[in-house]
């Protein structure tokens, strides 16, 4: 299980949160507030003794990852529509 896994599962767990596993994915993405409230959530629990860069690597950035990854092929696809046709023109 994956470091986000085990955090969303313990947040649905303590009822922390009645998100689906995408919507908090979404919502508290490193950068957001959300994710930051969370964050501090987290270190004044004691929960975490992670610095907020680290925990948004451990945490977040696989997932960061994934979604630029498919935006980047969205923006890969785009640009094929684009200039495919005019490549073919000429």
Known sequence: MDKFT???NY???QGLTDLSSEQ??????AGTAKNTEL???LRDEK??????EKFNVEYFTALEK???SKL??????????????????S
């Not at 908090?24 to 993405?29: D, L």
Request: aromatic share 14%; net charge positive.
């Open 66 to 68: 994934k979604i630029q």
């Open 11 to 13: 947040l649905k767990e």
């Open 24 to 29: 908090f994915k979404v919502e508290y993405a």
């Open 72 to 89: 980047l092929l969205q923006m890969g696809r785009w640009l094929l529509r684009i200039l495919l046709p005019k490549l073919q023109r």
């Open 39 to 41: 964050y501090s959530y």
């Open 6 to 8: 085990e955090l969303y």
């Open 47 to 52: 929960l975490t003794d992670l610095d907020a």
